[in-house]
Nanobody, 122 residues
């Protein structure tokens, strides 16, 4: 398994969850950006947040101020701390890794982990 995600589950509105994703040693050297995408029922997969090897982050407008992405290079891992969860955050969340050029454009192979379901419900 190249990307292993965990941490999904059920949370109440206003609650928190933390997602984790670890990359295999054979994969991490092929990525300079890692992040999280999500796909809600009936919707397209969308970027939630990503972080580069230099620590530069990008967030979807819908999660800014509520979600925080971080990385631990010693553990080849990236995390998504999700606070103030909303019902509309319900989705399958996918860990992703790949390469971006200096302009931020993706190139080469994309790596995906199995999705982890996040359900926000009262």
């Amino acid at each position: 398994v190249q990307l292993q995600a965990s941490g999904g589950g059920l949370a109440q509105p206003g609650g928190s969850l933390r997602l984790s994703c670890s990359a295999s040693l054979s994969t991490i050297s092929s990525m300079n950006v890692m992040g999280w995408y999500r796909q809600a029922p009936g919707k397209q997969r969308e970027l939630v947040a990503d972080i580069t090897v230099t620590g530069s982050t990008k967030y979807a407008d819908a999660v800014k101020g509520r979600f925080t992405i971080s990385r631990d290079d010693a553990k080849n891992s990236v995390y998504l701390q999700m606070n103030s969860l909303k019902i509309e955050d319900t989705a399958v969340y996918y860990c992703n890794g790949g390469m971006i050029d200096p302009h931020g454009s993706r190139f080469g192979m994309d790596y995906w982990g199995k999705g982890t379901l996040v359900t926000v419900s009262s």
